[in-house]
T-cell receptor, first 114, second 114 residues
């Protein structure tokens, strides 16, 4: 069975600092990879996704993620954190178009300090 | 488009009561699913449907029923509520192809079982 790990349940950065949220998956076959963001008391919004092709994927709000097959990783980065980035971030994987076997990581809560 | 809508936003139940969480989407998506979100565990799949009349169990189906009589609606029924079902419930939908499993989430229903 697939699994997704996110290192660090809570990450704090200063405003303007680099954001790095880690995601590793367990799968022998590269899956489709996603990052979702959840703001307080809201549903999940898609930040970005990797399907095929270019391994560096750009998403909304200045975020990007790089798929590294050799490391089975899909880490999320943003060069300069903004206060509005404070939220919970979920990494997820699936192997099929339906997303029937959509597996989420446990989430990382990002705090941005002034 | 309203996207994915869920009602109610918040509900308090007593142990043993039953209720139905409503989910609707206006994007003509074939695939719909229900997740529960618990602290530190990410989202876990309860039930899903690949089209009207077709449903199947996910990771944590016990205590929940679903049906899919139309493409638009996918209600989740709690048969006899238990405190362990206190959680935030999210409904999601996706197209059958071309989206690499990208799911669109509703705003969630927060359920408290006393």
């Amino acid at each position: 069975a697939q699994s997704v790990t996110q290192l660090g349940s809570h990450v704090s950065v200063s405003e303007g600092a680099l954001v790095l949220l880690r995601c590793n998956y367990s799968s022998s076959v590269p899956p489709y990879l996603f990052w979702y963001v959840q703001y307080p008391n809201q549903g999940l919004q898609l930040l970005l996704k990797y399907t095929t092709g270019a391994t560096l994927v750009k998403g909304i709000n200045g975020f990007e993620a790089e798929f590294k097959k050799s490391e089975t990783s899909f880490h999320l980065t943003k060069p300069s954190a903004h206060m509005s980035d404070a939220a919970e971030y979920f990494c997820a994987v699936t192997h099929d178009n339906y997303g029937q076997n959509f597996v989420f990581g446990p989430g990382t809560r990002l705090s941005v300090l002034p | 488009n309203a996207g994915v809508t869920q009602t109610p936003k918040f509900q308090v139940l007593k142990t043993g009561q039953s209720m139905t969480l409503q989910c609707a989407q206006d994007m003509n998506h074939e695939y719909m699913s229900w997740y529960r979100q618990d602290p530190g565990m990410g989202l876990r799949l309860i039930h899903y449907s690949v089209g009207a009349g077709i449903t199947d169990q996910g990771e944590v189906p016990n205590g929940y029923n679903v049906s899919r009589s139309t493409t638009e609606d996918f209600p989740l029924r709690l048969l006899s509520a238990a405190p362990s079902q206190t959680s935030v419930y999210f409904c999601a939908s996706s197209r059958s192809s071309g989206t690499a499993g990208t799911q669109y989430f509703g705003p969630g229903t927060r359920l408290l079982v006393l």
